[in-house]
């Protein structure tokens, strides 16, 4: 049996989430169904949070919402302190209708629109993170438009590239992201912010990649932030308060997957900071992480109902589920592994190699690769840690409606995003009469 939920078997030998049996949920709320256990969620904030409190520096973790996006998501991460990143005018409208504090939201983006900077300075979102000279030009005649000032991050690129999927990088100089620091784009970026008095300049920050493994990346762009932050106080008088190494941190998908705690990624952040700035004799500065995928990956659960099976004699069999890409776009995308359980009988041996396909007009819709027990049409196939891009990427690829999200915590259980209807589908429609 998958070793990650032998504590998740009820007495009726089905898998729990949160402490409800995943074949009600399947039931009660239907299949295909992404359900959080929310306690997971909270640890992982808490672990990230602990460490900072005992290495006694200021800090932030601010949960990079993009990583799933909802009220009641928004809500959970205030109760737990966190701040929020959002990279979208819809993404921050979600958090403000969560009543997200304001003041600890961050809008990060490469081509933030005016419209989306209005909203952000209207609302006086905490901190803009800003990307780009052309953002530095569109902020300021916000700024000057709506007669008000902000607080800002210039977010550079700092030459690192992450040992992960090429998609998932982004620290590397060849990125679409954020201001280059060898050819002196960062520097001049921050003399214009500098010279800007509506622009508060808070601090820099850097994002290296995602589905991260190693310490080593986050101790280089730890150093170089600070190494940044130095020659600025150095060379233009400015001495950073933040310094935000962003987020990245890998989390277990497979059983191949080693990733680090989160405390052991926070505990190395923190030392080289503090070491560097020492180094430097610079301030300690505050401290900010942006974990998206460790906070919500491992506590999210996809559920989906066997349906249709095809046998090739010499071939793996396929087995079809009520979902697929259209829900969990990451294996057709980046070809990411999941681990798949039955979840109807966790227990029962594992004797046949699947593929788990979906039921979208692709070939390419195939979840998953997995061993077994024999199945049958109506069993419950639960794929885990699903919580990550899994939703937040969801389509209506082939006109299927986005399925429901479900919240469990200690033995209860609440949708918290409903399942689309075959009408949501067409509310947008409109008859095409010239
Ligand atoms: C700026 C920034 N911060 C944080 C994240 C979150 O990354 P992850 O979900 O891998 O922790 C991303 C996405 O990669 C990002 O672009
Ligand atoms: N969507 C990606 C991560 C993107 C991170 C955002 N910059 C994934 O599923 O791995």
């Not at 020659?231 to 001495?239: A, C, L, M, Q, V």
């Not at 080693?258 to 430097?280: G, Q, S, Y």
Request: charged share 25%; proline share 4%.
């Amino acid at each position: 049996m998958n070793s990650q939920i032998t504590n998740q078997i009820n007495q009726a030998g089905h898998l729990t989430i949160g402490g409800m049996d995943s074949l009600e949920l399947a039931k009660e709320y239907g299949t295909p169904l992404v359900v959080y256990d929310v306690s997971q969620i909270r640890h992982q904030i808490r672990a990230f949070k602990k460490v900072f409190e005992e290495e006694q520096v200021n800090y932030a973790v601010s949960y990079a919402s993009k990583a799933f996006a909802s009220i009641a998501m928004y809500q959970v991460a205030n109760e737990e302190g966190a701040y929020t990143d959002v990279v979208s005018a819809g993404e921050l409208y979600t958090a403000m209708k969560a009543n997200f504090p304001i003041e600890r939201v961050s809008f990060h983006g490469n081509n933030k629109s005016k419209e989306e900077l209005e909203m952000a300075v209207k609302n006086h979102v905490g901190k803009i993170m800003i990307d780009n000279f052309y953002e530095i030009d569109l902020l300021s005649q916000v700024l000057e438009e709506q007669d008000s000032e902000i607080n800002v991050m210039l977010r550079i690129t700092p030459g690192i590239s992450a040992h992960t999927h090429e998609y998932d990088q982004t620290g590397q100089v060849d990125s679409k992201f954020g201001f280059d620091l060898d050819s002196g784009q960062a520097d001049k970026a921050l003399q214009e912010v500098l010279k800007n008095q509506r622009m508060h300049m808070l601090g820099i920050h850097a994002h290296i990649g995602s589905q991260i493994f190693e310490l080593n990346g986050f101790e280089m762009a730890a150093a170089k932030l600070v190494d940044v932050a130095a020659s600025w106080r150095k060379n233009y008088d400015y001495t950073a308060q933040i310094i935000n190494v962003g987020g990245g941190f890998g989390i277990k998908y497979v059983q191949e997957d080693h990733p680090l705690k989160p405390e052991e990624f926070v505990k190395v952040i923190v030392k080289t900071i503090k070491d560097e700035a020492t180094k430097h004799n610079f301030p300690i500065p505050e401290i900010d992480i942006e974990p998206g995928r460790s906070i919500v990956g491992p506590a999210g659960y996809n559920l989906y109902k066997v349906g249709s099976m095809k046998e090739i004699p010499g071939l793996v069999p396929y087995v079809a589920v009520d979902g697929g890409m259209g829900d969990n776009i990451r294996p057709a995308l980046y070809q990411a592994k999941y681990e798949t359980v039955l979840a109807n009988d966790p227990q029962r041996k594992a004797s046949q190699e699947f593929h788990v396909a979906g039921k979208y007009c692709e070939s390419g819709d195939i979840l998953a690769d997995a061993k077994l027990p024999s199945l049958k049409a109506g069993d419950i196939l639960a794929m885990l840690d699903t919580g990550a891009y899994g939703y937040s990427m969801a389509s209506n690829y082939n006109r299927n409606p986005r399925p429901a999200v479900v919240f469990a915590e200690n033995g209860k259980a609440q949708v918290v995003v409903k399942r689309e209807s075959l009408e949501d589908l067409i509310h947008l429609d409109q008859d095409y009469n010239i």
